[in-house]
């Protein structure tokens, strides 16, 4: 593993931080965090953690000797001064004579003596940190020490491979515990340069910020020398041929791994494809099944892929077929964490909630891997979760057998109070999970229910000719919000975007089909050739759109919902409008076709009629047309309905929102125009 320290580096950090009035050594602190934190091998999306001995003052002016340590939320990679909040040293270390102490009241201790209150919760390591007397203190997950690890005979070989100048400490829970036993281990022998934790990972220490890192990276790469000098290569089958793309399979797989909430309702998982040459070479082990169902790497992925991964088989075939055997494998994998759990909460009286059992990541021979989560960037976290628990497999089999942390020692993490009550904290929003597609995104009206659905949980698919406003509207909308070039009166185009939006998200559950334009003229009037435009975009697309989603929905076997632009000009034609009204009256009733025809798959059908908003639409000019031909003002015209009140784009998605949300509505029409009683239905 190469050293990336870098003098000019760190002194240009600790310049920076001085002007900011950060001392040194925590600038130094920050700087070594984020050199480890950048690295996968060795820390991923929350793991690891360091810390520095300082002095700091209170608000009072008062100094206290502190542990400077990484708090949790905090990411090594980015972190900043204040992602390592300041501990008073001395409670910490008198902890250490109590006989024993719960999790909850060490959190409790850490919290009531943090300098700054309101810090982050120091993390739970915080213990182990304080009671080693070295300045700073590095603490890393690295792959490839955890292939010597997760050992049968793991002391052994990590006295052989580490050599005397690293303690070895045996498996106990992160805690109070493990922070005595650790402390136990270096006294024995003070000459270490750090501690080998048994299926957990490395500790290296320092009297300098550069000491503890350069330690870490030298017995980090000790340990991929001996894996690259001895290891044998791993038994492997041809890689079969598969007949099936992820994109072909993505959305039957997203189904198959929604957790049912009652009748009719899921909880839905976006998913995250990962592939490359030396995941699908892996995926070819003939022992890929045991691998699986051995468990994780290390113990505090479990909170990330659960006890492992789901083997599927090859995509080989018929799709129909695949989907049956995906269904079975991911039955089996409930039934069996269902029993993994009812086994190990059977030991004690702890009141526990059993989690939602669908796996997180799926690995597909031939293929590569689906990571799932409620978000897309939890998805993304499986993802890279399963690529180091490849990386650390393949180590682990190279000199021996993969065996790490048994199932009931595993359990006891995956539901560690501390955990459980964060997972507790972490509440869904009403669309957390679901993918949105919105047809005329760059749009007033797109752009405003793409942006009321991200905050609402989903994530968004923005599709509009002009590839710019999409990409404006999807960057507003946040929460990883996507834009695709799409004519959705291009079949091609259509289909290219609900493409697009299941590489990106594994499916889609939400369509709002809003895409649309409008042109004047008296119908007796009107050229032939325009009014075919009109209905190829105002009624033509939505159907092209509609069958798509559809395709998609059925797939994934979780219901969905259809929501269609219909204006208000389908039900109250105004004059000199029809090339535009004709084809919305016909949406109108598309709209009540799919509800007929689709609520036996779940899928949803509602309309929602607006009238008088301020958009590509309705332009100022065409405000200003429309306005004159009723001899009104622009206000009044704009304002003139019951509510006397001008109508916007918002109020729109507010309907639309309304509709994705009401789970026993469908072949409705909500109408958003301040009151017309001509256009209300009957």
């Known amino acids: 593993m190469k050293n990336l320290w870098d003098d000019g580096k760190a002194e240009a950090m600790v310049a920076d931080y001085a002007a900011k009035g950060v001392a040194r050594d925590l600038a130094l602190r920050v700087y070594t965090t984020r050199l480890l934190g950048g690295d996968p091998r060795l820390v991923l999306h929350g793991g690891g953690n360091t810390s520095v001995k300082a002095k700091v003052k209170d608000l009072l002016g008062e100094e206290w000797d502190v542990l400077c340590v990484k708090g949790s939320g905090w990411d ?3 972190i900043e001064p204040a992602g390592l909040p300041a501990v008073k040293m001395a409670p910490l270390l008198k902890a250490r004579g109590l006989p024993k102490l719960s999790d909850e009241d060490m959190v409790a201790l850490q919290r009531a003596n943090l300098i700054d209150p309101g810090s982050p919760n120091p993390s739970v390591e915080t213990l182990l940190h304080a009671f080693l007397p070295h300045t700073f203190v590095d603490h890393t997950h690295s792959t490839a020490v955890l292939a010597i690890v997760d050992q049968a005979d793991s002391e052994t070989l990590s006295r052989k491979v580490f050599g005397p100048k690293m303690g070895f400490v045996p498996y106990i829970k992160p805690g109070f515990d493990l922070a005595k036993a650790a402390a136990d281990v270096f006294e024995q022998d003070t000459s270490v340069e750090g501690l080998i934790l048994d299926k957990h990972g490395i500790f290296t220490f320092g009297e300098t910020a550069r000491e503890a890192y350069e330690r870490m990276i030298a017995y980090v790469t000790a340990a991929e020398d001996y894996i690259a000098r001895q290891g044998k290569p791993m038994k492997r089958a041809a890689v079969p041929a598969v007949s099936l793309t992820p994109a072909d399979i993505a959305p039957m797989l997203r189904g198959a791994v929604a957790f049912p909430r009652g009748e009719g309702r899921f909880d ?8 490359s040459p030396r995941v699908v070479d892996f995926l070819a082990s003939t022992d890929l099944q045991r691998l699986a169902d051995t468990g994780v790497s290390t113990p505090d992925l479990s909170i990330r ?27 089996a994998y409930v039934s069996d964490y269902t029993e993994y759990f009812s086994t190990n909460d059977a030991r004690d009286d702890v009141k526990r909630t059993m989690l939602d059992p669908m796996p997180r990541l799926a690995l597909v021979p031939g293929l590569g891997m689906f990571g799932f989560g409620r978000t897309l960037k939890d998805a993304r976290i499986a993802s890279d979760v399963g690529e180091m628990w490849i990386e650390a497999i393949e180590g682990a089999e190279a000199v021996g057998r993969f065996q790490p942390l048994s199932k009931p020692e595993l359990f006891e993490l995956e539901y560690w109070s501390l955990e459980q009550a964060k997972l507790a904290g972490a509440k869904p929003k009403p669309l957390t999970g679901q993918v949105v597609l919105v047809t005329g995104g760059g749009g007033a009206i797109g752009a405003a229910t793409a942006k009321l659905f991200a905050a609402g949980g989903a994530h968004a698919v923005l599709t509009d000719v002009d590839l710019g406003k999409a990409q404006a509207a999807a960057k507003a909308a946040g929460n990883g919000s996507i834009a695709v070039a799409c004519d959705v009166t291009d079949r091609a185009s259509v289909r290219a ?13 939400i369509v709002v089909s809003n895409a649309g334009a409008a042109w004047e003229g008296g119908i007796a009037d009107i050229d032939d050739a325009l009014l075919r435009k009109s209905f ?8 092209t759109v509609a069958q798509n989603a559809v395709r998609i929905m059925r797939q994934q076997g979780t219901g969905g919902a259809l929501l269609f632009n219909t204006s208000k000009q389908a039900v109250n034609p105004g004059a000199n409008f029809g090339a535009y009204g004709l084809p ?3 949406t109108l009733f598309l709209s009540r076709q799919y509800a007929l025809e689709c609520g036996k798959y779940g ?8 009238d008088r908003i301020r958009s ?9 047309s429309r306005s004159v031909a009723r001899g009104l003002s622009e206000k009044d015209y704009m304002s003139g309905n019951l509510l006397g009140q001008e109508v916007t784009a918002e109020h729109v998605a507010e309907a639309f929102l309304h509709h994705a949300l009401a789970e026993r509505t469908t072949g409705d029409v909500t109408t958003v125009d301040g009151g017309n009683i001509a256009a209300a239905l009957r």
């Not at 609900?498 to 499916?507: I, K, L, N, T």
């Open 76 to 78: 090594m990679a980015v």
């Open 616 to 624: 590509g639409l309705l332009t100022d000019q065409m405000i200003a």
């Open 584 to 586: 919305k009256a016909a």
């Open 268 to 275: 839905r998982f976006v998913a995250d494809f990962r592939t």
């Open 536 to 543: 190829e975009l105002n009624f033509f697309a939505h159907q």
């Open 305 to 331: 892929i659960k006890t492992g991964p789901l083997v599927l088989p090859a995509p080989t075939g018929d799709l129909a077929d695949y989907a049956k055997s995906v269904k079975d494998r991911v039955a």
């Open 497 to 509: 975007a609900f493409d697009a939006a299941v590489a990106a998200f594994g499916g889609v559950d």
């Open 603 to 610: 899928i949803r059908s509602n309309a929602v009629n607006a």
